[in-house]
């Protein structure tokens, strides 16, 4: 750290030397450090200088030195250490080497902070990591213009100061692939309010996220030397980076959202036209819609949307809409059936659940002979933050490696030498990763359970002081910056009774049961949740009786003549769910007793590398079909019993080959691994999330949490 003398010496004559006082100083923030990096191997921004003084005087009034280069060699572990948050401000190219970036991407996702300015865009556009770092990649600007920016989210640091919009001149910069989905937006564009635009209509220029354990905030203001002179302009810096730094806090996860497109507001399409009609939205329609033809919106993502809803008109023959993902032959997202309305000026809305996609959005036309329908405007939901906390996913954190615990742990199961061979039918898209890497594997792990839609996950747990009992706490906590909640999955260690799992609960409630990441079920008490494994091995469980206040305990089985002292029954059999024996009677009684009833379903089950010569069924994934067909079963009162919670097995029990966890879709080869390929349509690595985004879908249509 620097001396408070030498902040204070400087902050009069940094703030002159910057043409304008700084924002006032925040006086409860503790003194902290900042690196400005503006190093340019492309265009350089002739404002790099007035940014970096702005950023000087902002530090000398708000407490944080500031340490500007351009140098790369900089970024070391070591010298990195010093700062709390790094700036890129207006960098372009390709700024710094394999070593370097690794230093700071160990930086940011080890706790500490990013902030992108304008330019910050177009950089590095070889390394993957630094464009989920900053959010999207600059594509294209019009000329500098005046434009009118939304302030979409007022409550974050960096723009609480602003007013529902901000008229002001910078250039606009548009970018490769709309971030709306993975992060929060504070500020879009109103794209009617200049000329140029080319993101279709949803204009983000300003967000944050979390990166790992670290944060991440990007803004697209920041052009002109004059933005630098602006106080509303300079507020925002000092938001930005304070956010970044972790001295103010911001809530940065993706919000749900909806976002409402007109029809004939298509960027290319074949066969379609825009018709006339004046009750629609703006007097017109996307029309002479006939089959096979086809509309694409580039500005529209498919990223993270769940829902699909038109405004629609028929007097011809009525017939489908097909949602599709990138491109007229891309994957179906989902399809809804548009009726004969009776009229071309008669409206109806249809809409249907659909999966996320990772692409612009393409919608194409299907049905009889003729005109078939018009569509006036259309609106997609996108998931965003909202979980369910009533999709829960059994997760295993027993798993090590050399390069965190010192050798390898279960991925050598069934006399297999990692970490190329393992033992698992299927490969993990992050390689046999360490359950002890909590900013990297574990980290990673909580971004893709807040993908899927689910709100919990169940922590297998086999007893205090072991190995998975000394990783809870940094699980919990890379579950807490997702919005992630723990459950617990009580294994049957040696010696478990019905005491000494009285007597682990307790634990567990009094150790975990502070953690802002513990699970608890508003609906029943606000109780904490515990599914014991194989709980019929102990006949008389009693002792329960302990711990049930406040506390639900759930029994592995269907047969309610083998749940007393329980709060309800879960199943966890990944191949049962294919014909759910007992789910119904088990369901009912679980109802009609004000019980918990937590059907547990998987889409697939093969062990045999993990248990070499076992002959247990298996359960094939059938292209994600044999996953649907559980969910059906469990979601269908007639078979399901209306479960109270889905329970699935489960997000990595690699050995038993029944993971929604990513798998890599180019495995080592000569090991006979299968992947996802072709699961839901998808194909090579777009397949690899196909399992988390189909659990989003199917939370999406399961309500749980309920009693």
Known sequence: MHSLLKRATAAVALALAAGALPPSAHAADPAYDVLVFSRTTGFRHDSIPAGTDAIRALGAANNFTVTATEDPGAF????????????????????????????????????????????????????????????????????????????????????????????????????????????????????????????????????????????????GLGHTAESYGETAFRSLLLGAIRYAAGVAPADCSPSSSTRTVEGEA????????????PPASGGQTLGYIDNGEWAAYSGVTTAGVTNFSARVSSAGAGGTIQIRDGSPTGTVLGSVGVPVTGGWETFTTVSTAVNAGTGPLYLTFTGGSGALFDIDTFTLTYGGGTLDSGVHLFYYPWYGSPAVLGSWRHWQQGGHTPPDDIGANLYPALGPYDSGDFTGAVAQQMKWVKRS???????????????????????LDAAAREGIKVAWHLEPYGGRTAASTVSDIEYINSTYGSHQAFYRDAAHGDRGAYYVFESLLITDWTALDQVTDDSIVLAQTTDTTKIAHFSGMYTYDGIAGATAPGWKQAGDYARAHGLIWAPSVAPGYLDDRAV??????????????????????????????????????????????????????????????????????????????????????????FTGGGA
């Not at 298509?266 to 009609?277: D, F, K, L, N, R």
């Not at 699935?648 to 495995?667: L, M, Q, R």
């Open 266 to 277: 298509y960027t290319s399409g074949s066969g379609v036209q825009i018709a006339g009609h």
């Open 76 to 219: 070391t572990p070591g010298n990195l250490a010093g700062y709390e948050a790094v700036v890129f401000l207006n960098t372009t190219g390709d700024v710094l080497d394999d070593t370097q970036q690794s230093a700071l991407q160990a930086h940011i996702d080890g706790g500490r902070g990013f902030v992108g300015v304008h330019a910050a865009a177009d950089t590095e556009y070889g390394w993957s990591y630094y464009g989920d770092l900053v959010g999207a990649r600059f594509k294209s600007h019009p000329a500098i213009q005046q434009a009118r920016i939304v302030n979409e989210d007022r409550t974050h640091p960096a723009t609480a100061h602003l007013g529902e919009s901000w008229t002001r001149t910078d250039e606009w910069y548009n970018y490769q692939t709309n971030p709306r989905a993975s992060v929060r937006v504070l500020q879009s564009l109103d794209e009617s309010s200049y000329s140029g635009s080319e993101m279709g209509g949803d204009h983000p220029i300003t967000w944050c996220h979390a990166q790992g354990s670290g944060r991440s905030f990007y803004t």
């Open 612 to 701: 070499p010569g076992n002959t247990t069924p298996t359960v094939t994934r059938d292209n994600g079909a044999a996953y649907d067909r559980q969910w059906n079963n469990a979601l269908d009162p007639a078979i399901g019993g209306s479960p109270t919670w889905v329970s699935v097995t489960s997000f990595n029990e690699w050995h038993e080959g029944s993971s929604i966890e990513p798998a890599d879709s180019t495995p080592p080869g000569g090991y006979g691994y299968q992947t996802y390929d072709g699961a839901y349509g998808r194909t090579g690595a777009d397949a690899e999330t196909a399992y988390l985004d189909r659990t989003a879908y199917w939370a999406g249509r």
């Open 453 to 475: 839609g689910a709100g919990v996950i169940v922590y297998s747990w086999w007893g205090r002081g072991g190995y998975e009992d000394n990783l809870a706490r940094g699980v």
